[in-house]
């Protein structure tokens, strides 16, 4: 069953940018677009796991600030022809406010 | 409702590179737009036709060189007819016509027929053993031939027949290449390098006769000789014709469309019949015809640019360079090399090494280029003679190619063709030559950027770049596309980085959004490229205007911190001139143990930097450096770094100024600016140049008489000194040509293109011009620098650290404790 969370408003992210959501089992990116949907992913590039959450938003993809992989925030996917993926994690707006579904495995460490 | 939309028809005539490029290309942009059907007369799917001759020679399979599989059409839905030839274009109708009477309607028509190889019309010339050179066919029957007899005669002595010559040489075969003029490859080489030639393939064993002139093809039921103008003859089993290749154009012109020496098409690869596109071999374009594969796929982008109906590309012609594709034979020419009474020549021959230059000025910029023996600096000449750089200043060392210029990259490699699998060619990311070979052939890369997004390499600093440019050369046997001369700012637009500054002034653009819209750019939000691009070139043209925008910053700059590997942050805080105090010293060493800072280092900038520094430590850690009067290094910045000086006068025995005191003065008046790229000063006080400063952006050499004012060098991926730009007497003029000279630069540097990139680009004169000659636009420049000073020099630090700005940028959004 999946557990919502409330991690706060969706204010506090910046459009286009990104916060983290500390947890036992490691940082959560929690992401903004430009049309206000949100996606949350490990905090953690596949290729040298750099933060992503410091990454360059754009459409619905990151750049990981390391070495500019880009990675879906959809699927968690790095676009080809990189290789790689992380794993991602329900999020949704309500009225404003933003919840997140931690996946088992972030969540149970 | 319908639920599916009617597609326009897309019939492209031609299942050859060029055709199939521009569908790929198409597809890229508009994937949805047109149904797409492929007319190929030939048995196979598309192959990579200049691939032939290592083929021939043995080197590679026919299935190496294919370049799209069945599979690749069939998933992009596109229909491919191959063995089927269209007979007539019916124009009224808007029909092709089949070979078998089949008619298929079009909207959008491309034509994409190549050329066919000229054959002389001598006697003889279609008895059985007679064969052209340009298709898989002609291939098969040449590798049979040469199974089954020993004595070949190639007619044409450039490109194509001596690398048909050196195939069947390799397989066994007496080859004879007959040409008529005493020069091999005339309209690519020289006497000298077309002798040059001759000698080292005399020496693998081909015969040459020339000047010679056929005159017929003897033989009854197969070829057995060929005779000549002089009446000599000539024993041979398979006679290979390789004079050249002629447009195919005949469809074209029975359909009524304008053609002369090829289908005329206009800058956006329409023919006369607007729904009507042609691109490759075909077309003639302003007068010219292309024979190569670098034009083409340039021409591809821009047709299936207006099929995509972007329709702001244009096609302007294109250089080409030639590479020979035979092994071991280096030989490179490009552009204009026919002597002219205004052109200049710079010849190096060396002839026990085998090696010769030649170099062709005019008006300082490189127009031609043949090299024989030693080709390793081909594409940097290539480069500056497409870019149309200003040479002068490089010009006495220019033969000697890029590492004598200190621009050969980190190692100064020699020949790439000479280097082992395992020889790392891009340090960054840790890719052999092999890795990059490999990737090149399986996955049937083309372009520098192919090789970039599939290996890696070249990808980071870009000091590899030519390297990687060499291997592409060599792996593909010459010939490869190289990049466009007028080079995009990134993937999401066609428009170069002048482009984007020049609109954004001229249409009064303001923000990043703005900039897109108006420039039609191809992706939603940009990507991590173009952004910060954006940003920096909105900032120095509306300085007080524009509001920053942090989500297009890199990190470091908006966190002003620089990312480490391991997500942590290093902290450097400014240290004017170099020189600090024991109380700032203390302070940092206070700040080092409160945090537990794990490193301490100093910087080759002169400064210290504290290592480790956990992201949401930074506001406290610049608060403690803020008390003790220290504000930012911006070590991160695209913008001023340090200004590194020697103790000068005040101290040194040698000193002729005080050289600590200008640095000081420089680095107090220009912190906080943002430019280009970064920028590193220094400040010596004498000749013997302590402060290092002809390996900088800026150095000033201070002399007895005054200042030297020296720009444009680097000391990390290239090593170069730096160009002497002039002399003043007093600092504050000093001071005015420096600040002059960088708010120049900020005007027109590309983003992250450093001082002496832009240098190279612009050329020193033109610089010198505007600096220094021309003393109101010198103050005007000082002006302008000043302005925008007023709004960037507010250290960042403490604007964060007491003043709340971005305090979400430093918290995390929420802590979840385990449920």
């Known amino acids: 069953m999946t557990q919502w969370i409330e991690i706060g408003a969706l204010d506090e992210i910046p459009r286009l940018g990104s916060r983290v959501v500390r947890t036992p089992g490691g940082n959560i990116a929690v992401f903004r677009t430009e049309s206000d949907e949100v996606f949350a992913l490990d905090d953690r590039c596949p290729h040298k796991g750099g933060p992503l959450s410091q990454g360059i938003v754009h459409n619905k993809r990151v750049t990981c600030p390391l070495h500019n992989f880009v990675i879906e925030l959809a699927s968690g996917q790095a676009v080809a022809p990189d290789e790689g993926c992380t794993h991602t994690h329900p999020a949704k707006v309500e009225n404003g406010t933003v919840w997140l579904a931690l996946r088992q495995a972030a969540a149970v460490s | 409702m319908l639920d599916k939309v009617i597609k326009q028809k897309l019939v492209v005539i031609g299942n050859g590179m060029a055709g199939i490029r521009t569908v790929e290309a198409l597809l890229e942009r508009a994937p949805d737009l047109y149904d797409i059907t492929v007319f190929g007369s030939e048995p196979y799917g598309n192959y990579n036709r200049i691939l032939l001759s290592p083929v021939l020679a043995g080197e590679k399979t026919v299935d190496d060189i294919m370049l799209n599989t069945v599979e690749w059409y069939e998933d992009n839905n596109i229909t491919l007819r191959k063995g089927e030839t269209i007979t007539m274009i019916d124009?009224?109708?808007?029909?092709?016509?089949?070979?078998?009477?089949?008619?298929?309607?079009?909207?959008?028509?491309?034509?994409?027929?190549?050329?066919?190889?000229?054959?002389?019309?001598?006697?003889?010339?279609?008895?059985?053993?007679?064969?052209?050179?340009?298709?898989?066919?002609?291939?098969?029957?040449?590798?049979?031939?040469?199974?089954?007899?020993?004595?070949?005669?190639?007619?044409?002595?450039?490109?194509?027949?001596?690398?048909?010559?050196?195939?069947?040489?390799?397989?066994?075969?007496?080859?004879?290449?007959?040409h008529l003029l005493d020069t091999l490859m005339e309209r690519q080489l020289d006497p000298v390098a077309g002798g040059l030639l001759r000698k080292s393939l005399e020496e693998r064993g081909m015969v040459f006769k020339m000047p010679a002139q056929t005159q017929a093809i003897l033989g009854e039921d197969r070829v057995t000789g060929v005779r000549f103008g002089d009446g000599t003859e000539l024993a041979a089993d398979l006679v290979v014709m390789a004079v050249g290749i002629r447009p195919n154009f005949e469809l074209a012109k029975k359909a009524g469309l304008h053609c002369e020496r090829g289908i005329v098409v206009s800058d956006t690869m329409q023919t006369y019949d607007g729904r009507i596109y042609a691109v490759g071999e075909c077309v003639q374009h302003r007068r010219q015809v292309y024979g190569l594969v670098a034009p083409l796929f340039e021409q591809a982008k821009v047709c299936a640019n207006h099929l995509a109906m972007k329709g702001f590309a244009t096609y302007d012609g294109s250089v080409t360079s030639t590479k020979l594709k035979v092994t071991g034979i280096d030989l490179f020419s490009a552009g204009d090399f026919a002597p002219g009474p205004d052109k200049e020549e710079i010849v190096l021959q060396d002839a026990n090494r085998g090696v010769y230059k030649r170099i062709i000025l005019k008006d300082k910029k490189i127009v031609g280029a043949v090299l024989y023996g030693d080709t390793i600096d081909g594409p940097w000449y290539f480069q500056h003679l497409r870019d149309g750089t200003d040479v002068s200043h490089m010009r006495e060392r220019l033969v000697f190619g890029a590492a004598n210029l200190g621009d050969g990259g980190v190692s100064g490699q020699n020949s790439v063709a000479a280097m082992s699998d395992e020889t790392e060619i891009c340090g960054c990311n840790g890719v052999c030559k092999g890795a990059i070979v490999k990737a090149i052939s399986e996955k049937k890369l083309f372009t520098l950027d192919d090789v970039r997004a599939h290996t890696k390499a070249s990808s980071s600093c870009g000091s590899c770049t030519g390297l990687v440019e060499q291997v592409l050369a060599f792996t593909l046997g010459g010939d490869y596309s190289a990049a466009p001369k007028v080079k995009p700012l990134c993937k999401c637009t066609d428009h170069s980085h002048d482009d984007v500054r020049r609109v954004i002034v001229e249409q009064q653009l303001k923000t990043i959004p703005a900039v897109m819209r108006f420039m039609e750019w191809k992706t939603l939000n940009g990507c991590h490229s173009c952004r910060p691009a954006l940003n920096y070139y909105l900032l120095a043209t509306w300085p007080g205007e524009y509001r920053d925008d942090q989500q297009s910053r890199f990190i470091n700059e908006r966190v002003h911190a620089n990312i480490q590997k391991d997500g942590t942050y290093s902290v450097v805080p400014r240290m004017w001139g170099g020189v600090t105090t024991p109380r700032e010293l203390r302070a940092i060493a206070d700040v080092a143990e409160k945090f537990n800072i794990p490193t301490v280092k100093v910087t080759g900038g002169q400064r210290v930097d504290l290592l480790g520094v956990k992201k949401e430590d930074l506001p406290a850690v610049w608060a403690d450096l803020n008390d003790a009067g220290m504000v930012s290094g911006h070590a991160y910045a695209k913008g001023l770094r340090t200004v590194k000086t020697c103790v000068g006068s005040?101290?040194?025995?040698?000193?002729?100024?005080?050289?600590?005191?200008?640095?000081?003065?420089?680095?107090?008046?220009?912190?906080?600016?943002?430019?280009?790229?970064?920028?590193?000063?220094?400040?010596?006080?004498?000749?013997?140049?302590?402060?290092?400063?002809?390996?900088?952006?800026?150095?000033?050499?201070?002399?007895?008489?005054?200042?030297?004012?020296?720009?444009?060098?680097?000391?990390?991926?290239?090593?170069?000194?730096?160009?002497?730009?002039?002399?003043?007497?007093?600092?504050?003029?000093?001071?005015?040509?420096?600040?002059?000279?960088?708010?120049?630069?900020?005007?027109?540097?590309?983003?992250?293109e450093r001082m002496y990139k832009w240098c190279d680009r612009v050329g020193l004169e033109q610089i010198r011009k505007r600096v220094v000659d021309d003393v109101k636009n010198r103050k005007a420049l000082f002006e302008r620098f000043a302005y925008s000073q007023q709004f960037s020099q507010s250290d960042p630090w403490a604007e964060r650290a007491s003043r709340g700005v971005d305090r979400n940028e430093f918290a995390p959004l929420a802590e979840l404790e385990l449920a």
């Open chain 2, 91 to 178: 124009r009224r109708t808007c029909e092709v016509v089949t070979e078998a009477g089949d008619r298929v309607p079009y909207d959008r028509l491309l034509i994409a027929t190549g050329s066919n190889p000229i054959m002389l019309p001598l006697p003889g010339k279609d008895l059985p053993g007679v064969i052209g050179f340009r298709d898989i066919h002609d291939v098969d029957r040449m590798i049979k031939a040469s199974t089954d007899y020993r004595n070949a005669v190639v007619i044409g002595g450039g490109l194509l027949g001596l690398e048909a010559a050196n195939g069947l040489m390799k397989r066994g075969m007496n080859v004879t290449v007959v």
């Open chain 2, 650 to 752: 005040e101290w040194c025995r040698f000193g002729t100024q005080d050289s600590t005191g200008l640095g000081i003065k420089l680095e107090k008046f220009m912190w906080g600016s943002w430019t280009p790229a970064k920028v590193k000063l220094a400040v010596s006080g004498c000749p013997r140049n302590c402060a290092e400063a002809t390996c900088k952006d800026v150095g000033v050499v201070c002399v007895d008489s005054g200042y030297e004012i020296h720009f444009a060098g680097a000391a990390g991926l290239h090593i170069k000194g730096t160009e002497f730009l002039t002399k003043v007497e007093s600092e504050d003029e000093a001071l005015e040509v420096i600040v002059a000279l960088t708010q120049l630069y900020r005007e027109e540097g590309w983003y992250l």
